[in-house]
């Protein structure tokens, strides 16, 4: 198969993606919470704005290049943290990792991967850390103490899963972290033998073992060796701006807060010494019935002024996705599922292929908006002021 992989857009490599998947792991990555409203509306958000072309600008020479908290990177996007991609496809995280590498692009571990941050970091460009709190905001800090040490230059505090979301399907299928065999998950897995044995396969044939949260402070990893239960939850519901402060001043590189739709939280951010947020309802995961993070972009930038870089991510499909994000006045791209459908369909070379047809999409796009680079691209792309949004 070619560089291709027969896929010329993210839907084609979703389709892939979900014929390789069981379901139950490929409704752990395609599917939202509850009713599934705010990841419908992400969509609707994003289709509803419109743009007005500009034409014989010279767009021979296009630079897509831009500057992402602090430092120069190929593309204005960056592969954002997904959890337990281990179940997408064995060791995902390298593969998502080194796919990024190549791209020059960042590339964000997330608190949730089944592999040690470490082992990640030594695969990858640049590279970000998510986090997660645990119960014990000591045994948190010990993680994110490593995170430092490895070489994370900057730290993403997730904020919009004050507590569990409600994903009735998890349930339903018995898939988790680790996994757990059940009568339904066990037809779902044989039906898809290519999966068996290309990922849970391969697991237990090299490490004899299900992959498991990797990144947990170091006196729950011991309890869990000599016996003690897996799956230790995080636990951030008495998460405040106090605790947030606290992080602050312990790590050294950039911090940005994740899950920011609300133009009051951009003000406590920017007061509390944060360097960036990250507009997102967590790809309609977190909070069902929110608001679409595209939507709530404006109001955030507003409030942010020049005091913080203001990211965006939840439903980007397209390059014409990320071109909408920047122009509203974004600095980058976070991209989540789009990366994941590669993933599942082709490994390393999938979310190579997923990072290049954003790519070229978006060249694309800006060809007809006649932005020769991303600076370009204002919300004049929406045309004369009474269609702006
Ligand atoms: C399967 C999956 C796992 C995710 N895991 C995490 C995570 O561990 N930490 C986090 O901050 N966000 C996580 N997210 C949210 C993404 O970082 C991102 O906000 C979201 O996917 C953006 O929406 P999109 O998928 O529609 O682009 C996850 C998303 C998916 C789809």
């Known amino acids: 198969m070619s560089a291709s992989l027969g896929c010329w857009n993210i839907a084609d490599l979703s ?14 990555l395609e599917r939202g919470v509850e009713d599934e409203t ?3 509306r992400n969509r609707s958000a994003l289709d509803a704005l419109t743009f007005v072309p500009r034409v014989a600008r ?38 998502l990792a080194r796919a990024a590498r190549s791209a020059d692009i960042p590339f964000t571990i997330s608190s949730a991967s089944t592999l040690d941050l470490e082992q990640i970091v030594a695969e990858a460009g640049r590279v970000w850390f998510q986090l997660y709190l645990w119960e014990n905001r000591e045994l948190s800090f010990e993680v994110v103490r490593r995170a430092q040490d490895a070489g994370c230059d900057t730290l993403f505090v997730t904020l919009d899963l004050p507590v569990p979301p409600n994903r009735e399907y998890l349930m339903r299928n018995g898939f988790g972290i680790p996994f757990k065999p059940n009568r339904q ?20 044939l090299r490490e004899g073992k299900f992959p498991q949260q990797a990144n947990l402070p170091r006196e729950l990893r011991q309890s869990i060796s ?12 008495n998460l405040d701006w106090v605790g947030l402060a606290e992080l602050r001043a ?13 133009p009051g939280d951009a003000l406590l951010a920017a007061d509390r010494g944060m360097d960036g947020v990250i507009v997102s309802n967590h790809g309609g995961r977190a909070l069902d019935h929110s608001v679409a993070a595209i939507d709530a972009l404006p109001a955030v930038l507003d409030a942010a002024g020049d005091r913080l ?3 965006f991510d939840s439903g980007v499909r397209r390059g014409s996705d990320v071109a909408k994000a920047l122009a509203l006045g974004a600095q980058g791209v976070l991209i989540g599922r789009a990366t994941l459908y590669g993933l599942a369909a082709g490994g390393e070379a999938g979310v190579a292929r ?34 702006l949004p």
């Not at 389709?15 to 752990?28: D, I, N, Q, S, T």
């Not at 037809?187 to 990922?199: A, E, N, Q």
């Open 250 to 262: 312990m790590w050294r590189g950039k911090m940005v807060l994740k899950g920011i739709l609300h």
């Open 38 to 40: 705010g990841m419908d």
């Open 226 to 237: 000599k016996g003690g239960k897996p799956g230790a939850q995080f636990k951030q519901d």
């Open 15 to 28: 389709y892939k993606a979900r014929a390789r998947l069981p379901r139950g792991v490929w409704e752990y």
């Open 309 to 311: 870089e203001v990211w």
């Open 185 to 204: 998950n066990v037809v779902d897995v044989l039906t898809h033998p290519r999966w068996l044995c290309g990922v849970i396969g391969q697991y237990l």
């Open 354 to 387: 997923a990072i290049a047809l954003l790519s070229q999409e978006l060249r694309r796009t800006m060809a007809y908006l006649g932005a020769n680079s991303v600076a370009d691209l204002d919300r004049s792309v929406f045309g004369p002021a009474h269609l």
């Open 58 to 95: 010279n767009v021979e020479r296009i630079d897509l290049s831009a500057k992402l908290l602090g430092e120069r990177s190929a593309l204005p996007f960056a592969i954002g943290p997904t959890g337990a991609s281990g179940m997408i496809h064995y060791n995902g995280d390298i593969a």
